[in-house]
């Protein structure tokens, strides 16, 4: 089992920054990527931004050039630095982390989430 929490949300004015930060404890081996997801009232819970476990990353169009993944393994936590807030970015935002044991064992381990209100 891997416990995944998460910090750094708040209340922000349109243009201004946030870091979400992601801590995970637990059983922490085999992670395959970790990455934020975000659900806004009504819609459904989207892709944000990912990390392999090799480093590589992959954004939403809709965060490109504004947000940036990264990952400190020394401290087992993953971060989001959003920049140049938008009001459409008001969310609130997932941690998830995959772990595969197997080819045919894969868990996907999710964060309580952090509310992220930017106002315009």
């Known amino acids: 089992q891997v416990q995944l929490v998460e910090s750094g949300g708040g209340l922000v004015q349109a243009g201004g920054s946030l870091r979400l930060s992601c801590t995970a404890s637990?059983?922490?081996?085999?992670?395959?990527?970790m990455g934020w997801y975000c659900q806004a009232p009504g819609k459904q819970r989207e892709l944000v931004a990912v990390?392999?476990?090799?480093?590589?990353?992959n954004y939403a169009d809709s965060v490109k050039g504004r947000f940036t993944i990264a990952r400190d393994s020394a401290k087992n936590t993953v971060y989001l630095q959003m920049n140049s807030l938008k009001p459409e970015d008001t969310a609130v935002y997932y941690c998830n982390w995959g772990q595969k044991l197997s080819d045919a064992t894969y868990y996907n381990y999710w964060g309580q989430g952090t509310q992220v209100t930017v106002s315009s």
């Open positions: 990390i392999t476990s090799g480093g590589m990353t």
């Open positions: 637990g059983s922490i081996f085999n992670i395959d990527v």
